[in-house]
């Protein structure tokens, strides 16, 4: 009895994987419009620094961290920001050198815990990955940057990729929604620059820019790799970065990134303009801006001034996706390499405890400005809110045996929409009708939850085997997964 039952898992497994091939396509075919990537906003923090000083790193304990990280999205979503940059630098980041091994698999656990916050809280996540801390490359690998396990590196990096996927296979305990963008590195052209031209020339950017998305790919062929952000392609004057991209390029380098990235510390508009012009010529691909300005070298109305022209322009040009860095303004001593760039961010902190910890800040201008443009910009961007607010994420678990959790999300405003009707069904493999779910829009709470214990609208157990559940809006748009029943 036993073996036949493992034998009948067998086959419904290589069945249901054989269907969610041909679904897949059919379902990506009909539903291309539908993908949680906030198409629909631009707007995104990016996060580069950890919400503590460097000097409690040591001292505070890992609750006491994620505390201090969880408050700061609660800020990242109090702006309305659609999407988070997540550094290989900071606390519990996507980074090979620091990562922990055991019987062949990497543990994520510590970055779970980040991911599950920010997608708790409907916030889209960018993951830079990459073989050392990227903005503490040479510090961790003083022998050169290729110093380390390509292969193993490979491996660790189709195993992130496969933890949030969302397939339902080896997938993040409470995953809410995939993470579908990989950024390689940052910087490669900085860190080249202060290398001393012997420091990650192109041709080693290039090794790991092409492992990494082979990796990613493999591991999820609808994920996006975007190419470490650029830097010195223009401006204060130095372009030294546009000779770095072009023998990147000679070697084959857009072949293996599907998004350009580049940070812009500059306040001018035709520099801005000249370099995502020179950007479309050399690449013709779709580009993500980290922006940064100091505030503390002009007043807050100015400063809110130079992000609403730097918003205005990106809307216009090739960039789809910009960012401000950081969501706090950092404490960084005046004279400290980088310190203008600490005063960039949406708030101000006002006061500070002992540790230099911020204990009370407030919303700058630009602040305001980017929390209006974001909410706006979920209505006005590329297309109907609609479309791109709804999202249906896979069931979890997936393959289930008892109770499976369906849950599903309706991002953007909802007092600027209409939601005449909202329907989620199960339907067997013939079509047939299994179960339905009377729902109702939550204008509280961004991600709704659906339990299926395995019976049919009568209450009857269905059998094992595979089976589609829909979620429809308004009798128009719709979208449609898989799921496995194994009793």
């Known amino acids: 009895m036993l073996k036949e039952k493992k034998q009948l898992t067998v086959i419904y497994f290589v069945a249901f994987l054989f269907v969610v091939i041909i679904m897949t396509g059919i379902t990506n ?40 990280i969880y408050k700061k999205f609660d800020l990242v979503k109090d702006v309305n920001a659609h999407w988070y940059r997540m550094y290989t630098d900071v606390y519990a980041g996507f980074n090979f050198h620091r990562a922990k091994k055991s019987e062949g698999k990497y543990d ?38 290729l110093v380390f396990d390509l292969d193993e590196y490979k491996e660790y990096v189709k195993q992130a990729v496969e933890r949030y996927d969302g397939d339902g296979f080896n997938d993040m305990p409470g995953l809410i929604f995939p993470i579908n963008h990989w950024e390689v590195d940052s910087e ?26 082979e990796s990613v790919k493999k591991a999820n062929p609808m994920a996006n790799v975007i190419i470490g952000a650029f830097t010195l392609l223009g401006q204060n004057e130095n372009k030294e970065g546009r000779e770095y991209l072009e023998n990147l390029l000679d070697l084959g380098a857009k072949d293996y990134f599907d998004y350009f990235n580049i940070h812009y510390f500059h306040f001018s508009i035709p520099i801005y303009e000249d370099i995502l012009e020179y950007i479309e010529e050399k690449v013709n691909k779709l580009v993500w801006v980290e922006w940064s300005f100091p505030s503390v070298i002009v007043d807050e109305e100015k400063h809110a001034e130079m992000f609403e022209e730097i918003y205005s322009t990106s809307k216009e040009k090739v960039v789809k996706k910009l960012a401000v860095f950081e969501i706090v303004d950092v404490n960084v001593p005046v004279g400290e390499f980088g310190w203008e760039f600490a005063s960039s961010s949406l708030y101000a902190c006002d006061e500070q405890n002992e540790f230099g910890e911020c204990t009370k800040m407030h919303l700058k201008k630009i602040g305001e400005s980017y929390k209006e443009l974001a909410s706006n910009s979920s209505i006005e961007e590329i297309s109907s809110i609609i479309p791109n607010g709804l999202q249906l994420n896979q069931n979890y678990p997936n393959p289930f045996t008892q109770k499976t959790v369906i849950s599903y999300s309706l991002f953007g405003n909802q007092d600027d929409y209409t939601i005449n009707n909202l329907r989620l ?3 067997d493999l013939t079509g047939r009708l299994v179960k339905s779910f009377p729902l109702t829009p939550n204008s509280q709470s961004l991600i709704t939850t659906v339990e299926w214990d395995g019976r049919d ?21 719709s979208q449609t997964k898989q799921i496995l029943f194994l009793k």
């Open 29 to 68: 075919a009909q539903n291309e419009e539908f993908s949680y990537d906030d198409e629909s906003s631009i707007l995104g923090i990016s996060g580069a620094k950890n919400p503590f000083p460097p000097n409690l790193m040591l001292t505070l304990t890992e609750a006491e961290k994620i505390e201090r």
């Open 108 to 145: 994520f656990s510590l970055c779970d815990k980040i991911v599950k916050a920010l997608q708790e809280r409907g916030i889209s996540i960018i993951v830079m990955i990459g073989p050392w801390r990227s903005n503490f490359t040479q510090e961790d690998s003083p022998g050169g940057y």
């Open 188 to 213: 490669p052209d900085v860190h080249y620059r202060y290398g001393e031209g012997t420091f990650e020339p192109p041709e080693e950017y290039f090794t790991v820019l092409k492992a990494t998305y």
């Open 425 to 427: 069904t199960i339907y």
């Open 457 to 477: 609208n009568s209450g009857k157990d269905v059998g094992s085997g595979i089976y589609f559940y829909k979620l429809k809006v308004n009798d128009k748009f």
